[in-house]
C-alpha cells in the first residue's frame, strides 16, 4: 500500500469481514438499528438504553411543551 488508498480486493474483502464481525457482535449484545440505514449511515441502540440526545436534539424536546425563544 503506497499512501492507504490503494488496497486489493482481498485486503478489502478482509475488512469488510472484520466490520461485519463487529456488527454480529453488536446484535449478538441485544442492539438493534434505531432505522433505516440511509446514505450508508445507520444508528444503533440498546432497547433497553435510554438513547442519549445532543445539544440540537435537547433543544427541539420540551417535555413541557413546544420550544420557545424569548
Known sequence: MDDGRKRTLLEAAAKLRNEAEWLEDLAGAGFELNGPIQD???FVGHPD????????????VDPDG???LN
Open 49 to 60: 438504553v435510554e438513547p442519549h440526545l445532543d445539544d440540537d436534539e435537547q433543544d427541539e
Open 40 to 42: 450508508d449511515y445507520g
Open 66 to 68: 413546544p420550544l420557545r
